[in-house]
Every structure is written in C-alpha cells, then in structure tokens.
C-alpha cells in the first residue's frame, strides 16, 4: 500500500510518543520527554562519574570519602530513575543506554588523573554543580510548558543536588 505524506506523518509521530489518556497535550509531552531524557543522560553520567570516585579515591580520607560517594551513588541512582520514569509516563521511550548517555551527556569529562581525595571532591563538585545548574534550569522550563509535576520531578532532583553538593563541596571549604 503505498505511503501518503499524511500517513508518514502519523507513523513519524507515533515512533516519538505514544499516545496516552494523560491529558497534557502531545505537543507539551513531546517537549518534555525531549528534556527529560537531555537531563536523564546528565543523571547517569553523574552516576558513573561518583561510582568512579568511590572506587578509586585515595588518601588518609579514604574511607569518609569512599562511604559519602557511595551514599550520593545511591540517591542519584533514585534520581535517574524518577527523570527515566517521568518521560515513559508521558508517552516518551527512557534514553539510557550507555552509547546514548555518552553521546548526549552535557556534563564535563571526569579527569582520569584523579587520585587523592582532594581531586576527587574538585571533579564530583564541579560534576554536582553542573548537573544542579541544568536541573534548576529545566524546573523553569518545564514550568514554562505547564507540567508542573515533572517540575516537581526536578524541583526535588536539584533540592537533593543542592545537598550533596554542600557533602562534597565542604571539604574544600575550610581552605578558603
Ligand atoms: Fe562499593
């Protein structure tokens, strides 16, 4: 049977988004399943990036730094679920593949010379930092498309990233 141009446009749309009785409109979940997944590639890569550091960070803090990574691991872990969530619920497929997140993941290469506690505690603030900085922004976005829940999604996400943050960012904060 051949394709009308009509019809390639419904299959188009519906390898995008599935269709839902969720009432926020096609156009809104669209974008914010687009959103969801941009941050959902941020949340893993954070993940590894604080695994990385429990694994390999040295030094007479080891064993502080070794147990607060893996604590954060655990809450991240919390985080990348509710954004992969949120975008199924709306219709969208949860990006989350390794290939995917390390194509798309705007966070900041984590340094492969990092050894000492100190040099780990820099890497995951500033990994903290960056991802804190697209979750508050996305909060806005989302509001600005009226899904105030995936705002909430995100209001929580950057509360708790405000948290570990300050975990993190407090060993450094003596020395200033
Ligand atoms: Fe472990």
Redesign the pocket.
């Known amino acids: 049977m051949p394709v009308t141009s009509s019809g390639r446009i419904a299959s188009i749309r519906r390898s995008k988004i599935f269709n839902t009785k969720n009432d926020l409109s096609e156009a809104t979940r669209v974008a914010v399943v687009e959103l969801l997944n941009a941050r959902l590639a941020d949340c893993i890569d954070l993940q590894t990036q604080i695994?990385h550091a429990?694994?390999n960070v040295k030094g007479p803090n080891f064993i502080a730094l070794?147990e607060l990574f893996?604590k954060i691991n655990e809450e991240v872990e919390d985080y990348v679920d509710e954004i992969a969530e949120r975008a199924v619920q709306l219709g969208g497929i949860a990006q989350g593949t390794t290939r995917t997140v390390a194509k798309r993941s705007s966070l900041p290469q984590y340094p492969a010379n990092a050894v000492d506690g100190r040099s780990h505690v820099e890497a995951l603030s500033s990994a903290l930092a960056a991802f804190g900085k697209s979750a508050r922004q996305a909060i806005d976005t989302v509001d600005d498309l009226s899904d105030l829940d995936t705002a909430d999604v995100f209001t929580e996400v950057s509360r708790g990233i405000d948290k570990w943050l300050w975990f993190v960012e407090a060993h450094l904060q003596a020395e200033r």
């Open positions: 695994k429990h694994w070794h893996d």
